[in-house]
């Protein structure tokens, strides 16, 4: 297994302990407060994002055919441009969203909140580089 | 990888970036489009990217038939393709442009009916891997 793919599998467990600790957090702690509205994208997003996309990327560089020229697995620069793309998305993400949703985010939070989805495009981006041209038949 | 696997998984992966940019404007404009526009990002990102994606790697990957095609007969399998993005756009394109239920109801039935031609596909090839090559 290469280490982009255990990189990714590992980051994608913690973030589905996050996403599934926070689905006990939730009704538990803030039943009756804004703050459960504001968190359930949050859980949302670690479990779809940072658990499903970061598994679905980590296991497609192992196991997809090998690219057609170059390095066996293309471009490991563009994948672990997707790598950390991803992570400071997600990190950026779970720290900012909540705080809009309650209606509690600066004026200096706003842009970082838009660059968290930004980062989060070019992680999409960078990873439908690396991996089109091993999308073939063996 | 198939043909057929090839189209889900390169059009996966169109969606994804499709999605992202579509979640990156939602969070740059949060009242842009209304709730129609997030409803449009999470069918971008669960039927077109995670969706799809399992599709043409299960299709690929589940073990072969040992007799006759060896992931079954293809003119059945190439419907699963038109039939799920024809359902994608046009349900994204109600959400988008709130356009009136039925209309999302007809992506939906094309999701639908592309699923089931998934499964047709691919029951049969859920079985441990060798079975039959010996005959």
């Known amino acids: 297994m290469p280490r982009l793919t255990r990189w990714f599998l ?20 803030f039943s009756s407060s804004p703050w459960a509205a504001a968190l359930w994208p949050i859980q949302l997003h670690l479990l779809t994002v940072g658990w499903l996309t970061q598994l679905i990327f980590g296991v497609a560089w192992w196991l997809f055919p ?36 309650a209606g ?26 690396a991996i089109w041209p091993r999308v073939r038949e063996r | 990888m198939p043909k057929i696997s090839r189209w889900l998984v390169r059009t996966a992966l169109l969606y994804l970036v499709a999605g992202a940019a579509l979640g990156g404007l939602l969070l740059a ?17 669960l039927f077109g990217w995670v969706l799809q994606l399992a599709m043409g790697v299960a299709y690929w990957i589940l073990p072969k038939h040992a007799a006759g ?10 419907g699963i393709h038109p039939l799920l993005n024809a359902g ?13 239920p039925a209309v999302l109801a007809a992506g939906r039935a094309l999701e639908l009916s592309a699923v089931v031609l998934f499964a047709v596909a691919a029951w049969p090839r859920v079985k441990p891997f060798g079975i039959g090559r010996e005959l």
């Open chain 2, 29 to 45: 404009v949060p009242t842009a489009g209304g709730q129609g526009w997030w409803r449009a990002h999470a069918e971008l990102m």
């Open chain 1, 66 to 101: 090998r690219a057609p020229s170059g390095p066996v697995r293309g471009s490991e620069g563009v994948g672990w441009s997707a790598f950390w793309c991803l992570q400071a998305g997600l990190i950026l993400r779970v720290w900012l969203e909540p705080l809009r949703i």
């Open chain 1, 10 to 29: 590992r980051s994608g467990l913690v973030c589905l302990l996050l996403g599934l600790g926070l689905g006990v957090a939730l009704p538990a702690a």
């Open chain 1, 104 to 129: 509690t985010l600066s004026v200096a939070g706003a842009p970082l909140l838009v660059a968290s989805g930004l980062l989060h495009f070019v992680a999409a981006a960078a990873f439908a580089v």
């Open chain 2, 88 to 100: 994608i756009v046009t349900s994204a394109v109600a959400w988008l442009a709130m356009l009136p």
């Open chain 2, 69 to 78: 095609p060896p992931r079954g007969p293809e003119t059945l399998a190439a």
